[in-house]
């Protein structure tokens, strides 16, 4: 495994593989996810050396803290721990944004009891509320941190713009973004609009403020394992069903790209997923590559594409694949 620190965190040891926590347990939207299995999964991911780990209330609708918390007993000393704020729900898992002081402060008094800890290494905002004023936002922030209960604030699917708004309030130390080999400068994620365009703005921007750069989705959701093909469906019960670009034309242009990664990765003698994950990797603006497990195999592949280096042929290889399929 390898390690990274930024500017931003200097005092945070960062895996360059973290472990994002969408998919545990049995309520967290995806198929083939147990509780027993994510708890394993978790231990198995320290045991690799993963020190990042990226939840957030709304994942399984406070499943996954709760899951979390249980497995990292012990273990809390071990790790960086990352949650998030400002997406409250309705009886019918419906959310809506919620930044206001009231709705960040009760976030992180239920993250910090569901994890069992005193205290978030990183607290981020999970999307921006355009509704409540950033200062109003800033002030439950700085109290949190005067309070010791969040060590450094971050963002998530922030505009350049709003992000820098805030960072004059608030020490903003992080930029959580959707970024792979297939969605470098998408305008949408399931079918919400996005205000920033990852490679184009968000990279030379957390280079040029010494921010931690956290790209989630590196795997496009399975699809840059190389394992789906054009007529692959999503069950109504699995959470990438909901994905527009999981079907229809726009999916079978993004398959017929990874058929044109498949022989680079195989020429390189490595999987597809270790190539797309070595890809963001390498990247010098990334600090660590949320992936996703479900299964205790799953988080230790993920986490040997840390060692995996591409060479430049490889990369270019790469390059003109995704403009041949204009991506």
């Known amino acids: 495994m390898q390690y990274k620190t930024v500017p931003a965190l200097p005092n945070a040891r960062i895996s360059t593989i973290g472990f994002g926590c969408w998919s545990l ?24 050396g993963v020190t990042f780990f990226d939840t957030a209330p709304v994942y ?25 704020c400002g997406l409250l729900w309705d009886d019918n898992h419906v959310t809506r944004r919620d930044l206001s002081h009231k709705a960040v402060i009760a976030d992180v008094e239920g993250s910090l009891s569901r994890l069992k800890t005193d205290h978030l290494d990183l607290l981020q905002l999970h999307w921006p509320d355009h509704e409540t004023p950033l200062e109003e936002t800033a002030r439950a922030l700085h109290h949190l941190l ?11 699917n922030y505009s350049v713009v709003d992000t820098v708004a805030l960072a004059k309030l608030v020490p903003v130390s992080s930029y959580q973004g959707l970024y792979n080999l297939l969605e470098r400068n998408t305008d949408s994620y399931h079918s919400i609009s996005l205000e920033y365009e990852a490679e184009r703005e968000i990279v ?67 999987s597809m997923t270790h190539m797309s994950l070595a890809w963001l990797c390498q990247n010098p603006a990334v600090t660590s590559v949320l992936c996703g497990a479900h299964r205790p195999d799953q988080i230790a592949d993920n986490a040997a594409s840390a060692d995996v280096v591409l060479s430049e042929k490889t990369l270019g290889d790469i390059k003109e694949v995704l403009e041949r399929n204009g991506l």
Request: charged content about 20%; hydrophobic content about 40%; proline content about 4%.
């Open 25 to 48: 347990g049995a309520q967290s939207g995806w198929t083939n996810s147990s509780d027993e299995e994510s708890v394993a999964t978790v231990y198995k991911a320290i045991d690799c």
């Open 60 to 84: 399984g609708f406070h499943g996954s803290e709760t899951l979390l918390g249980r497995a990292l007993q012990g273990k809390r000393d071990r790790i960086f721990l990352a949650s998030k």
């Open 146 to 156: 005067e309070q010791g209960k969040i060590n450094a604030v971050g963002v998530t």
């Open 204 to 270: 030379p921007f957390c280079l040029e403020r010494g921010m931690a750069f956290l790209p989630y989705s590196p795997l496009f959701q399975g699809l840059l394992t190389g394992r789906f093909n054009a007529d692959s469906k999503f069950g109504s019960s699995d959470v990438r069903s909901a994905n527009p670009k999981l079907a229809g034309d726009g999916y079978r242009r993004y398959v017929a790209a990874v058929e044109g990664l498949k022989p680079i990765a195989a020429a390189a003698g490595i």
